[in-house]
């Protein structure tokens, strides 16, 4: 986890380091962790297009994203760009709700990346801190290795998203600087039920690729 965890310091999103793991240890199930099952990632699922049951995700009214090129024209690139958005969906639908077990970041984060999302959360709960505003994530870019693995890179404008202190509803608009946009590089395979996981996940705030 980065040190940006507190409302004094600029807004934290899905930074959660990954590849040698985030350091941290937990004692508490991480829900949907040991398998794909989306029963242990949320009660509540929806059927997509695809045929695939995922978990359902309601954010709060105050709390809007903008996903940039959506369309690559590719369907297995569309196809991760997709689950890319629904599993940031659910990191704020925890972070928001309060709810980790119900959140199904398990359906979407795997090994490392899975811990480091959880244990955000789990942080951001205990501080009873969100965010509310707009979030855009743009120049978002796909590689794929094979039929199972891929990477994916894309950056991400805080710019417009500030601080909610959850216990007074009340929000602290944080100051636009350098460290406002950040950069994501994933690692994402294809479970057996067709979803893009996450398992590696690693941020780079204040980029340049990223600035404006």
Known sequence: MTAALTASAALLLTACGSGGGDGSSSSDKIAGADSGDKASASPSVSTSADGIDRPAVKLPSDMKMVFEGRQTGDAVKDAILADNER????????????????????FYYTDTALRGVYNYAKDNNARKTSWAGTLRY??????????????????VDESKANVKDLKTKKVKVVETSPDSYVYYNAS?????QGVWQIWSLHEDR????CQP
């Open 188 to 192: 994402v395979k294809k479970d057996k």
């Open 87 to 106: 599993a940031v969906s659910t990191v704020w639908q925890a972070v928001a709700s309060g709810d980790l077990k119900k959140s199904g970041m398990g």
């Open 206 to 209: 204040g980029s340049q690729r």
């Open 138 to 155: 743009f120049d978002r870019q796909v590689t794929v290795f094979d039929k199972t693995s891929a990477a994916l890179t894309y950056c």
